[in-house]
T-cell receptor
């Protein structure tokens, strides 16, 4: 079992470029989340999904879009990257009220 | 809405000393509380959790936390610090009335430094 994996691990973008971060899970969990981590800010929820085909906005959704076409995958898109989106992005999954399982993170730098 | 406050962004202890990391929560309904640890350049790993039942919960690596409703606290402790405990620690909360898919609300984190 790979658990939760994230692709890519690192990425450098120029302002205005677009990219997609992929989160994949093999635990058959219904819930999936995207967080961003910034120094001194903890983790903040960007978007989440409670099941295949559903998505919803979290605390800081502006500038991001998501899709959950398959239960095991949750994609996070940046349409036009900005320096303020430089961050470490974590995907997590959850089943019911249980604990969340986190991926290893994607470190994104926007110049 | 629920939230957590972690008191102290940096805590330094000597090896072998007591570790105490403070977390206070705010929730209008019974909370579910979690402590996660993050080692440098890694993801988050669950240390322990409180949902219902016994208020003293034991986790991995010798850590434990006590849910105190009267004090709205969920402080993390370890009797004797190890050099390997140096990491970032996050307290998080959710509850059964969550309107965000039971997403966790995280504190800002406490960086634990262990000195020889």
């Amino acid at each position: 079992n790979a658990g939760v994996t994230q692709t890519p691990k690192f990425r450098v973008l120029k302002t205005g470029q677009s990219m997609t971060l992929l989160c994949a899970q093999d635990m058959n969990h219904e819930y999936m989340y995207w967080y961003r981590q910034d120094p001194g800010m903890g983790l903040r929820l960007i978007h989440y999904s409670v099941g295949e085909g559903t998505t919803a906005k979290g605390e800081v959704p502006d500038g991001y879009n998501v899709s959950r076409l398959k239960k095991q995958n949750f994609l996070l898109g940046l349409e036009s990257a900005a320096p303020s989106q430089t961050s470490v992005y974590f995907c997590a999954t959850r089943q019911g009220l249980g604990e969340q399982y986190f991926g290893p993170g994607t470190r994104l730098t926007v110049t | 809405a629920q939230s957590v406050t972690q008191l102290g962004s940096h805590v330094s202890v000597s090896e072998g000393a007591l570790v105490l990391l403070r977390c206070n929560y705010s929730s209008s309904v019974p909370p579910y509380l979690f402590w996660y640890v993050q080692y440098p350049n890694q993801g988050l790993q669950l240390l322990l959790k409180y949902t219902t039942g016994a208020t003293l919960v034991k986790g991995i690596n010798g850590f434990e936390a006590e849910f105190k409703k009267s004090e709205t606290s969920f402080h993390l402790t370890k009797p004797s610090a190890h050099m390997s405990d140096a990491a970032e620690y996050f307290c998080a909360v959710t509850n059964s009335n969550s309107n965000s898919g039971y997403a966790l609300n995280f504190g800002k984190g406490t960086s634990l430094l262990v000195t020889p």
